[in-house]
């Protein structure tokens, strides 16, 4: 595991930066800059050992590379969490949590984290594993937790407000595959399934589609994935549906990086239960 940083980055300077730690399955990202400087930009990756567990992988990164646990404007530590669900704000109410935290998560969770998502009047909540958020709480007490589609969502509803017909959007990673689909700003559907192949992800994607009525010439999909999986699935998905664009996942995501550091932070930090 090796990530390096700009030599302009220092102990004495990184209170001028924002930052974010990305995490996946089988890797993860640190990226920063200045708010005021859109070229002081970075982003590096690296891949980990899936068979060591995720808390002694962060504990290895952080003991290896000082400037992960230097002073920082902002940190983010970004999760993609299986376990989630997106709720209103009208219902989440004190007297309601328990019961929406029994019923969102089959098995227990350690820790609950509730991020607010203003512009959808709504709350996503995400579960984490206590060592976890022990762990990043003490070694970067500033530091506040996002589940990964949380901004993405935030950026397709702003889309989709100046868009004149409806948008899907699918994620795939590992073996799961996110979608969601807006309409004039409104979020139509999301969820989360458990895909192994192409003709999983065919079937969710077409089966959402015809649920949700979209219209084969006007509505369009976008794909993100690793490059071969998306240009594959996009081949295929062209005998059904007219206008597909995809995207390289790493793209993705390292544009919402770039947003979160030098642009306009949108996404409100988060609460733990």
């Not at 004495?12 to 920063?32: A, H, I, K």
């Not at 708010?35 to 982003?43: I, K, R, Y």
């Not at 407000?161 to 807006?182: G, K, P």
Request: aromatic share 10%; charged share 25%.
């Amino acid at each position: 595991m090796s990530l390096r940083v700009p030599d302009s980055l220092t102990a004495s300077n990184s209170e001028g930066y924002r930052t974010s730690v990305r995490l996946w399955p089988g890797g993860l990202s640190f990226s920063g800059g200045i708010p005021s400087d859109e070229g002081s930009f970075f982003c590096e990756e690296t891949e980990v050992d899936v068979t060591r567990s995720p808390l002694q992988t962060l504990r290895d990164l952080f003991r290896e590379h000082p400037f992960l646990s230097y002073p920082y404007a902002a940190v983010r530590i970004i999760t993609s969490e299986s376990n989630y669900t997106i709720v209103p704000e009208a219902i989440y109410e004190d007297e309601a949590k328990e019961r929406l935290y029994r019923f969102t998560f089959a098995t227990p969770v350690e820790t609950v984290v509730a991020q607010p998502l203003r512009e959808l009047e709504s709350v996503l909540l995400f579960g984490l594993r206590r060592d976890m958020y022990d762990f990043i709480a003490q070694t970067l007490p500033s530091a506040h937790w996002e589940h990964t589609l949380a901004s993405l969502l935030i950026g397709w509803h702003e889309r989709s407000l100046r868009a004149l017909h409806a948008h899907m959007y699918a994620v795939v990673q590992d073996r799961t595959m996110d979608v969601a689909c807006f309409d004039l700003g409104a979020l139509r559907f999301v969820n989360r399934f458990e895909v192994e192949n192409h003709d999983d992800m065919m079937y969710y994607l077409l089966y959402v589609w015809k649920q949700l009525e979209l219209d084969q010439r006007n509505d369009m999909l976008t794909l993100s994935a690793v490059a071969s999986v998306a240009f594959d699935l996009k081949e295929q998905l062209q005998t059904y549906l007219r206008d597909i664009r995809v995207e390289a996942i790493q793209t993705l995501y390292r544009a919402d990086d770039r947003t979160a550091t030098v642009g306009r932070l949108t996404v409100t930090p988060t609460t733990n239960t």
